[in-house]
């Protein structure tokens, strides 16, 4: 089992950054992928960006050169730093990791970027 708890939500204005956190707890040397989903009122639920055990990462084309995510594996945490951030980033956003048990989320973290 894994618990994931995500922190770092917040208003911010469009152009400024916030920078998102989770902690993982549990079989955390079981993670190979960690990464951050947000859904938007009325929107499913997307990939913003993942990254694995190696540090492989990969984006979402609309954040790709805006947001950054790194993980520390010795911790199970992993981050996402989000520049420039547009209205349209609004959104609860949500860690994820995965095992060979299957997928585990976080409760989310409100993020709204006012225009």
């Known amino acids: 089992q894994v618990q994931l708890v995500e922190s770092g939500g917040g208003l911010v204005q469009a152009g400024g950054s916030l920078r998102l956190s989770c902690a993982a707890s549990g079989s955390i040397s079981s993670i190979y992928v960690m990464g951050w989903y947000r859904q938007a009122p009325g929107k499913q639920r997307e990939l913003v960006a993942a990254?694995?055990?190696?540090?492989?990462?990969s984006y979402a084309d609309s954040v790709k050169g805006r947001f950054t995510i790194s993980r520390d594996n010795a911790k199970g945490t992993v981050s996402l730093q989000m520049n420039s951030l547009k209205p349209e980033d609004t959104a609860v956003y949500y860690c994820?990791?995965?095992?060979?048990?299957?997928?585990?989320w976080g409760k989310g973290t409100l993020v709204t970027v006012s225009s």
């Open positions: 990254i694995t055990s190696v540090g492989s990462t």
């Open positions: 994820n990791a995965a095992n060979f048990r299957g997928d585990y």
